[in-house]
């Protein structure tokens, strides 16, 4: 859920003037190849003109973290994971719309994605999509109907959501992501606001049980997420700005501001606020983590 705060001034969005296009200073992974390393860069007070931007990521990086503060800023549209569910219906009923007022998909299509716009800028000039590894595919083959003649995916982003910036949100240490998911399938709780009350509950609560068979799928599978991302970017010749799970955790204003800087947007708009969620891990987490390690000290 976006924090409830809004801004009674302007959109935050600075003017087109001229000089160079603002450039960011960026995290660099030595886990990544070439093409996803980003070199520091000073910030100049020039704009990037995009009309979206698409948090690109995977579960326990740290997006909701991410999506709650820019929302917060009142300048940065409502981002969320709008497509996540990968049923039209479902898209079709989030937006209050009658699949049988649309004469076809195409049609459907177009109303599902310009009320998502109309809807989630939130009266401001951006929209925001959080887009997680496994709704890419149904997300994108949407795409490919409303526009199949054209040549890649970039252009069909393009063509549905404008110019678009891309965020690249990455967990270096997957042992940690893996059982931060594992216990929350367990415990049903997946998100904590930060004065202790529960803000994603989707099970009854119970207790957390250890469970390295779990933790080690889970691993797996995120390394092959991460991998996906890598490979699509590269096929689409997308440089993505990279945000890293423990540079969020550590700085989350400052990775706030970088993407606000990114995006053309004031970045003293996200200088004042505060995380609104808290953070689940704890000592169990830690003793999962050295259980798994030591039974399994290849990893």
Request: charged share 25%.
């Amino acid at each position: 859920m976006p924090l409830r705060r809004r801004w009674q001034k302007g959109s935050g969005r600075r003017s087109n003037g001229s000089g160079p296009v603002a450039q960011v200073r960026l995290i660099q992974s030595t886990a990544l190849p070439a093409l996803f390393r980003s070199p520091a860069r000073s910030r100049p007070g020039s704009v990037n003109n995009f009309d979206s931007y698409l948090i690109c990521t995977t579960p326990r990086s740290g997006s909701t973290l991410l999506y709650q503060l820019l929302a917060a800023t009142g300048c940065a549209g409502k981002p969320d994971s709008y497509f996540h569910a990968p049923i039209l219906e479902e898209w079709m009923a989030y937006y209050d719309l009658d699949r049988s007022a649309f004469p076809d998909t195409k049609s459907t299509l177009r109303a599902i994605f310009a009320e998502a716009i109309h809807q989630r800028k939130a009266a401001t000039d951006i929209f925001g999509l959080r887009l997680q590894g496994k709704s890419r595919a149904f997300f994108l083959q949407q795409l490919r109907s409303l526009y199949p003649t054209a040549g890649d995916d970039l252009a069909r982003l393009k063509a549905t959501f404008g110019e678009v910036c891309f965020v690249y949100l990455n967990r270096r240490n997957k042992l940690e992501q893996a059982i931060s998911i594992v216990k929350a399938e367990q415990t049903g709780l997946w998100h904590r606001n930060a004065d202790g009350t529960e803000l994603e509950r989707l099970t009854p609560p119970a207790d957390p049980v250890y469970d390295p068979i779990a933790i080690a799928r889970y691993m797996a599978e995120l390394e092959e997420g991460d991998a996906a991302w890598r490979d699509w970017f590269a096929a689409q010749q997308i440089t993505p700005h990279i945000i890293h799970y423990e540079q969020l955790e550590n700085d989350p204003i400052g990775a706030l501001t970088d993407v606000l800087y990114l995006l053309g947007i004031d970045p003293a708009r996200g200088a004042e606020f505060t995380p609104a969620t808290d953070k689940l891990a704890d000592s169990t987490n830690r003793e999962w983590a050295r259980r798994f390690l030591a039974d399994h000290p290849t990893h």
